[in-house]
Structure formats: C-alpha cells, structure tokens
C-alpha cells in the first residue's frame, strides 16, 4: 500500500493563460479574451497595475460587466479538447483549467489498464472535460449532472472536440438516486469520477450537503465497483475540506483491492516575469514548470491500481 502527496500545476497553454492574481481576483486569458473574476485564494498583493486589469474583457463582481466586443461564447483548445467557453452566473465559465492534470491522469490510467473494455461513471460531471478525456483515451463513460445547462453544454463540448460519436451517455439527474438505482440494477463501472459540491440540488430539487451526503454516496459507488477497478477519483472544489479527508475515504479501496492512493492540491501557475530572479521549480510530469506563484484551486484524492 502506498500514498503519494503532491501538487498537481496547470501551467499556460496557447490558449489559456492565467496573467495575475492577488487581493482576491484572478486574471486569466481564454483564448483571445481576457476575464477578470473573483477568488477568495489570492489572499497576496496583485503584480500588474490596475490599468492592465481594467483591459479585461469582461469582469465579474454581483454580475458581468463584459465590453461589448466580448462574444456570448467562444471556443478555445485546451488539455487535448477544444471546449466553449462561456460567461454565465456565479463567475463561472465553463472550465475549471486546474482540472487539466486529472485529465491527463485519467487517459494514462486507462490506456495503461490490462483490459480494454472500460466503463467510467463521471458524477457532477458538469461541462464535460472529464469525460470527454476518457472518452478520447477509449473509454465508455456514463455522465452525471444535474443541471440541464450544464449538460447541454457538455454535448456541445463533445461535437466541438469531434467526440459526439463516442460511446458517452448524457444523463440528467440526481448522482446519489442514479448511484442507488445502479446498486438495484447490478451495474459495474471499472472507474469513478466525482466533484461533489458543498451544497446544491438536483433536478427535480434534491437537496445535496456534502457533510450529510458524501459518505452514504462513497458507500454506494463502492458497490458498483467492478471486481477489478483501475481507478476511483475524488475532487474538491468548495468543499473546504483537507485532502487528507478524501484520503480516509478512499481507504477502503486499499483495504480490499490494494494499489496507491494520491491526494494533494491542484493549482495553476500564474504566468512567470521575466524580470524578476524568484523562480521557484515545480515538477508536472516529467517536465518543469517555472512559475513565481501558485494560484491554489482545489484538492483530489484518488485511488488506482
């Protein structure tokens, strides 16, 4: 049995960028735009004068104020997809762009399974990145979500990125009663993917606490398992919990089907300053990202073979 603990770095691809942040906001580049949104993370001072930030695009407070050359979407690549990008309520746009090393781990542990014939259950699925990265390394996959808007733009995502004709199932509804229908129904899935909420609801309005719900939804998935599964993947995003919490839960696993878990924080790495002599090295893969600081996002935990 082995634990690895470690922080997983998104660093800046052609079209996306993360260019500041400090005094609780973030400035990022999606493709050709550029948005400014809150975050309660970036806790230090900001680098860039206050007229580079009023360049932005668009920027968030209450609501949106976007200019009025900035489209209602647009589409940009990124991780291996091409995904639209969108600003809608609750700062979101999206894509969470910290997600793209799970990503990247999700398509290396199933093109690296013994068997072919892999069947992953993605709960709160949300836009579809990580379902649509298993889809592409060969796996079938069942996608969660309870929001319709959310699932209408995970299809989208999947047309844009040519994968509309892979075997993935779209399905709206509540992830703890389509997990306890999957128990009665006998079905078996080889991975699992989850990034519950602290709280939210359903479609038809189910209530959903994180502190009430997780575990008795943990103990579910567990029973879909199949006898040999390669993998099971926990994120938090606004859970406010430890990744060494994720990792108690995930014990089990261990326990009965042996293998590693790896729990951390995801992070992005804010666009390095020339001009400036701090660079501190962090390893992604098997290559080194430089960056000055990291913008922290969100722990994981997950369990593999």
């Known amino acids: 049995m082995e634990k690895i603990s470690k922080?997983?770095?998104?660093?800046?691809?052609?079209?996306?960028?993360?260019?500041?942040?400090?005094?609780?906001?973030?400035?990022?580049?999606?493709?050709?735009?550029?948005?400014s949104r809150p975050d309660p993370q970036a806790l230090w001072h900001k680098r860039s004068p206050v007229t580079e930030w009023k360049k932005a695009d668009g920027s968030f407070t209450d609501s949106w104020n976007v200019k009025k050359t900035l489209p209602d979407k647009w589409q940009i690549s990124f991780g291996g997809l091409k995904l639209w990008i969108r600003p809608s309520s609750f700062k979101h746009v999206g894509l969470f762009p910290e997600q793209s090393s799970n990503w990247e781990w999700?398509?290396?542990?199933?093109?690296?399974?013994?068997?072919?014939?892999?069947?992953?259950l993605n709960l709160f699925g949300y836009t579809g990145g990580a379902s649509l990265a298993c889809a592409q390394a060969g796996a079938k996959v069942v996608h969660i979500d309870g929001s319709k808007v959310a699932l209408t733009w995970a299809r989208e995502n999947a047309e844009l990125s040519g994968l509309e004709k892979k075997p993935v199932r779209w399905i709206l509804d509540d992830a703890q009663a389509f997990v306890k229908r999957e128990v009665k129904r006998g079905r078996k899935y080889a991975g699992i993917i989850m990034d519950p909420p602290a709280f939210g609801h359903g479609p038809d309005n189910e209530l959903w606490k994180i502190e009430e719900n997780l575990l008795l939804l943990i103990d579910d998935c567990l029973k879909i398992l199949a006898d040999k599964p390669i993998f099971f993947l926990v994120n938090g995003y606004s859970s406010g919990y430890s990744a060494v919490a994720y990792e108690n839960v995930l014990k089990p696993l261990l326990e009965k089907f042996g293998g590693k878990i790896e729990i951390g924080e995801l992070a992005i790495g804010e666009t390095r300053n020339p001009k400036s002599e701090i660079q501190d090295k962090s390893e992604i893969g098997n290559s080194t990202f430089e960056s000055e600081r990291l913008l922290p996002c969100g722990i994981f935990a997950r369990w593999s073979q």
Do not use: N
């Not at 998104?10 to 400035?27: F, I, P, Q, V």
């Not at 999700?106 to 992953?120: G, M, Q, R």
């Open 7 to 35: 922080i997983q770095i998104t660093g800046s691809e052609a079209d996306y960028e993360l260019l500041d942040c400090g005094e609780g906001e973030k400035l990022e580049r999606f493709g050709s735009f550029v948005l």
């Open 106 to 120: 999700l398509k290396s542990t199933i093109t690296s399974a013994p068997h072919d014939d892999i069947e992953v």
